[in-house]
Nanobody
Framework: QGPLVESGGGSVQAGGSLTLSCVASIGDYNTYSMAWFRQAPGKKEREGVAAVATRAVLTWFNEAVRGRFTISRDNSKNTLYLQMNDLTPEDTAMYYC?????????????????????WGLGTQVTVSS
């Protein structure tokens, strides 16, 4: 297994909920800002979904998911979560966990995938109408 392993994806109907998890095997997990990205079918690039700083005080959300998704982390378990509610077909994508060794991110750092140090292999989320 790699440094980040996602789970919790699946198929749900619109309006449903899923919780994604990402277990990190990287050392000093609590020194990494963590993020979720997604890549929709047919899209070349991944987009940032949500991110959280090392102490979970600072978070960032894509406007498309704000109010529906919640990001959290448990540093004692080296685990990142993404609670997704009121899912729509537009949320269908492969969801990836990413880690960057920095206490918190600013500006475009939240969404710039090139700056992240570690990535998981992804977990598929499919939402049907």
């Amino acid at each position: 297994q790699g440094p980040l392993v996602e789970s919790g994806g699946g198929s749900v109907q619109a309006g449903g909920s899923l919780t994604l998890s990402c277990v990190a095997s990287i050392g000093d997990y609590n020194t990494y800002s963590m993020a979720w990205f997604r890549q929709a079918p047919g899209k070349k690039e991944r987009e940032g979904v949500a991110a959280v700083a090392t102490r979970a005080v600072l978070t960032w959300f894509n406007e498309a998911v704000r109010g529906r998704f919640t990001i959290s982390r448990d540093n004692s378990k080296n685990t990142l979560y993404l609670q997704m509610n009121d899912l729509t077909p537009e949320d269908t994508a492969m969801y990836y966990c990413a880690a960057r060794r920095k206490s918190f991110l600013v500006g475009s750092e939240w969404t710039d995938e090139t700056t992240f140090d570690y990535w998981g292999l992804g977990t598929q989320v499919t939402v049907s109408s």
